[in-house]
């Protein structure tokens, strides 16, 4: 296992990042998973003796039962605090009144304490923002995040689903008022759904913020078994929760290339799909989650993967993104002024 340093921090974190949202199944979440305090030991056991000190979970999967599971399982297995990196989430409805949701100072104090005691510990990592608060002014939010890591509670902040626009302000209101700025950015990225190359990973790549990788295999398109004549097997999760969206035209097309190359390799699709995102530059985690030791045993391959520059050459053709202005000008105008 490799580590990376998560953003403009000096915070060692593994390639592989274990995502929890199998936990528990409760709630809408149960369409992704219904694992058990038993499985769940097993699955953070082995992620734990893979080299993995990364644990992604957030207070909305299975209603809180996921953060639950996870500081359960850290006690079971008897794991040192100290030497994993938890991170968990807030912005999500929570309950039923007009305050149980967003990024208000009154919830998200409120939510971190709910997290903590869930999770049986006493300070949070990574504390990320779920996704844009359209109604709380960043300045609120920020100032909140703030005071929870001067209080100790919370280590480093982050962000999740956020525009170009709307990291890059938070960012600069963090900078100007020099309080805690976030260090990260989880967001969906995979080889069948590069939009984030357009403007969110050159604002990363500029302001030094981390790129943590939700659904690396697209909700499973890229599993290795779902194919372009029969688009889902019994059984798998796209067919009642077809989630998140994908030119599905353009992910079978990517398959065709990785199946063959992934049978040279003697290795599985969901395999390739992964390294190939562990091969982009701007990434630093890639959060992967299992239903079954199979599928985990499977992922935990994909750091041993190399590619070729002709493979990547190859993927890249195949799954590269069409042309969109202003990129394709910028490109053009600024071929004279290339370092």
């Known amino acids: 296992m490799k580590y990376k340093l998560l953003g403009n921090t000096g915070l060692k974190v593994s390639e592989l990042c274990l995502g929890t949202m199998t936990f528990g199944g409760k709630g809408w979440a149960k369409m992704i998973g219904n694992l058990d305090q038993e499985a769940v030991d097993k699955v953070v ?6 080299g993995i000190n990364f644990i992604d979970t957030a207070n909305v999967y299975s209603e809180g039962l996921s953060e639950e599971l996870t500081g359960q399982s850290i006690r079971n297995l008897g794991l040192r605090r100290d030497e994993l990196i938890l991170a968990t989430k807030v912005r999500g ?13 009154k919830h998200i104090f409120f939510q971190v304490e709910e997290s903590l005691r869930r999770l049986q510990t006493d300070y949070i990592d990574l504390y990320q923002v779920h996704s844009f608060d ?4 960043v300045e609120e939010t920020i100032r909140a995040l703030d005071d929870l890591v001067r209080s100790g509670k919370v280590r480093y902040t982050g962000a999740s689903n956020f525009a170009a626009w709307q ?30 190359e357009r403007e969110i990973i050159p604002l990363l790549t500029d302001q ?4 943590m990788v939700w659904s690396p295999l697209a909700g499973g398109l890229l599993s290795g078994k779902y194919k372009r004549d029969n688009k889902g097997t019994e059984g798998g999760r796209r067919i009642g929760f077809d989630f998140p969206p994908v030119n599905k035209d353009r992910a079978f097309d990517i398959i065709d290339v990785l199946e063959p190359m ?3 390799k003697k290795a599985s699709v969901a395999q390739l799909a992964l390294a190939w995102l562990l091969h982009q530059p701007a ?6 989650g299992a239903n079954t030791m199979e599928q985990l045993e499977d992922n935990l391959l994909s750091p041993e993967v190399s590619f070729s520059v002709e493979e990547l050459q190859r993927l890249d053709e195949v799954s590269k993104l069409p042309a969109e202005y202003p990129g394709w000008m910028l490109e053009y105008t600024g071929r004279n002024r290339k370092a």
């Open 93 to 105: 409805e929570m309950g039923p009144g007009p305050n149980d949701v967003g990024l208000t100072r």
């Open 262 to 264: 992934a049978k040279a």
């Open 208 to 211: 030094r913020v981390g790129l």
């Open 167 to 196: 990291l890059t302000k938070a960012l600069d209101h963090s900078h100007y008022t020099r309080q805690a700025a976030f260090i990260s950015l989880q967001a969906y990225y995979t080889i069948a759904g590069r939009d984030l």
């Open 134 to 137: 359209p109604l709380t002014p």
């Open 45 to 50: 056991k082995r992620s734990i003796d893979a």
């Open 283 to 288: 990434v630093t985690s890639v959060i992967i």
